[in-house]
């Protein structure tokens, strides 16, 4: 018996955007308004490309019989939520920690 669904044609997932630049700490007041503001777009392009997987695969993983795989790939969905919520957690951060840094410049004077 075939299952139906393993045949129907699933929608393909969106090219994973290309990582950002690396962010030095030390080097972010370095960066004017923009460019940190596409280095965080960039950053959440790419958790929202992972949840998009995470998502598509629950979907999948659901129409399938329950085998050994299907656990496998619901047991990587489950550890792929739990880094979500880490990448979310650190971009949160991540955003706190640039408008600080904005505030001390817009304190010392410097050009944003």
């Known amino acids: 018996m075939t299952d139906v669904s393993a045949n129907t044609p699933q929608p393909p997932l969106p090219p994973q955007p290309p990582p950002p630049d690396f962010i030095d700490p030390a ?3 370095d ?3 923009d460019e940190a503001e596409a280095m965080i777009e960039a ?3 790419r958790r929202l490309h992972a949840l998009h997987v995470y998502e598509q695969s ?3 993983a ?3 019989k ?3 795989d299907v656990a496998a790939l619901e047991k990587q969905c489950v ?3 739990k880094d979500i919520e880490r ?3 650190a971009l949160d951060a991540l955003e706190k920690r640039v408008n600080r840094v904005r505030a001390l410049r817009l304190q010392l004077g410097m050009e944003m």
């Open 27 to 29: 080097n972010l007041a």
């Open 31 to 33: 960066y004017h308004d």
């Open 43 to 45: 950053i959440r392009a």
């Open 58 to 60: 629950k979907r999948e």
């Open 62 to 64: 659901a129409e399938r």
């Open 66 to 68: 329950h085998t050994v």
């Open 79 to 81: 550890m792929l939520a």
């Open 87 to 89: 990448v979310s957690k």
